[in-house]
């Protein structure tokens, strides 16, 4: 199945796919596609089953009633972007208009997360964003820990079939809860991490970064930081 046609599938299944503009990142795309899998009829079924994949795992998130959110929500937010990205940023949860539009990252939180990565040479169709919730909790409140629990398993099936070669945890929540711990974001960013054997680094919300303007020179050494691990991992 050649990649438009990829597209035009996992479109009318109702993924958002971004589909790479150059000519350069069509052939990133083919390159990791040929690196993966074979060529001729076994790359074919394996395509096809990683759409089933990502089909079956987005019918899940949208039925998903595993915790008291689904009461709440206008709708799930699954998250959106690059099904082959090579970063893949994991924020807190959806807020009110992620929760009303479907989309992960909207408003001003949504426009400064696009420009650091812009800071960085990426445009945001180039990477897959996501939440470790999928549903946003009433009035902005901290995920509780049986909700975290219940989006686990969406979470780490995404990164599965992402297959990402760097993790950006955006702000506390996401960080501690990729990692497992309790640390404060302050002692976990500024060195790498791991998970699943994939490199992680832990970066500031953007939405504290809007009300604390002198931090912003520390989320740029954490993009630093993860850039130089990205380009020593594509060595
Ligand atoms: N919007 C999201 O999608 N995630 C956040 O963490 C904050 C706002």
């Known amino acids: 199945m050649d990649n438009s046609t990829r597209v035009q599938y996992l479109e009318a299944m109702g993924i958002d796919v971004w589909v790479s503009r150059t000519d350069q990142q069509v052939e990133d795309v083919?390159?990791?596609?040929?690196?993966?899998?074979?060529?001729?009829?076994?790359?074919?079924?394996?395509?096809?089953?990683?759409?089933?994949?990502?089909?079956?795992?987005?019918?899940?998130?949208?039925?998903?009633?595993?915790c008291a959110l689904c009461h709440t929500r206008t709708q799930t937010v699954f998250g959106e972007g690059h099904i082959d990205a090579d970063w893949?940023?994991?924020?807190?949860?959806?807020?009110?208009?992620?929760?009303?539009?479907?989309k992960p990252f909207l408003g001003q939180s949504?426009?400064?997360?696009?420009?650091?990565?812009?800071?960085?040479?990426?445009?945001r169709e180039q990477v897959f964003i996501t939440n470790v919730l999928k549903c946003s909790p009433p009035n902005n409140k901290d995920p509780k820990v049986d909700e975290l629990k219940s989006c686990?398993?969406?979470?780490?099936?995404?990164?599965?079939?992402?297959?990402?070669k760097i993790i950006l945890a955006v702000g506390r929540v996401s960080a501690q809860t990729l990692l497992g711990t309790k640390q404060p974001l302050s002692e976990l960013r500024g060195e790498p991490h791991q998970i699943n054997g994939i490199p992680l680094v832990v970066v500031y919300h953007p939405?504290?970064?809007?009300?604390?303007?002198?931090?912003?020179?520390?989320?740029?050494q954490d993009l630093q930081l993860a850039m130089k691990i990205y380009q020593e991992e594509k060595l």
């Open 30 to 66: 083919q390159l990791k596609n040929n690196d993966e899998f074979e060529l001729g009829e076994p790359a074919n079924r394996q395509a096809e089953s990683i759409e089933e994949n990502w089909t079956e795992l987005r019918r899940e998130v949208v039925e998903c009633q595993k």
């Open 88 to 102: 893949m940023l994991i924020g807190e949860a959806p807020g009110q208009n992620e929760d009303l539009e479907g």
């Open 110 to 123: 949504g426009f400064l997360l696009t420009e650091m990565l812009r800071a960085i040479g990426l445009q």
């Open 152 to 164: 686990h398993d969406f979470l780490q099936r995404q990164i599965a079939l992402v297959k990402p």
């Open 207 to 220: 939405a504290y970064l809007l009300r604390s303007l002198l931090e912003k020179r520390k989320a740029w």
